[in-house]
């Protein structure tokens, strides 16, 4: 697809998918200079858009070409994008539930829970020199009170 000379859109040619060429002339069959000059300007932004296209592509390929470079070839930069974007909105919502809590249940949350290394109840229990019983029925009650608060904002 080309651009057609603006010297030679006195009239208008398309060719159909057969290898058909109608000929469109100012003046015949009620065929205005304005129609005329409408299409050459519509396959104007079509050969445009190809191009743009084209580069596009091109850009990609060349991104392509260089992928044995990049650091992981299997990753979609606009999945981890929302996924660290939407990771970030959760942490946010569990720190302001956690927040809510009293400051026994944060510790308990936090010890048992949210720390890079959990304790066990069993540990947790040893720490605070309570029965392990006592952590266990203690954990389920904040656990599910901590769980209703993070619901709860997760949903407004």
């Known amino acids: 697809m080309y651009k057609t000379s603006k010297k030679k859109r006195t009239n208008y ?4 998918d057969g290898g058909s060429k109608t000929v469109l002339i100012p003046g015949e069959d009620g065929v ?5 000059e409408t299409l ?3 396959d104007d932004e079509a050969v445009d858009e ?3 296209e084209t580069r596009r592509h091109s850009s990609l390929d060349e991104v392509n070409d260089k992928s044995k470079f990049l650091k992981d070839l299997f990753v979609d930069v606009e999945d981890e ?15 302001e539930a956690l927040a809510e809590l009293k400051p026994k249940q944060q510790e308990l949350i936090q010890s048992l829970y949210l720390s890079d290394r959990p304790m066990t109840q069993k ?3 040893k720490k605070n020199g309570v029965a ?3 952590v266990k029925k203690q954990a389920l009650r ?7 608060r993070v619901a709860e904002k997760m949903s407004t």
Request: avoid cysteine.
């Open 132 to 134: 392990e019983d006592s």
């Open 40 to 42: 050459h300007a519509l």
């Open 50 to 52: 190809e191009r743009r």
């Open 81 to 95: 994008v929302f996924t660290k974007v939407e990771r970030e909105a959760i942490k946010k919502l569990v720190h």
């Open 13 to 16: 040619i398309y060719y159909g």
């Open 142 to 148: 904040v656990r599910n009170k901590f769980k209703k």
């Open 123 to 125: 540990e947790y229990a």
């Open 32 to 36: 205005t200079e304005a129609m005329i």
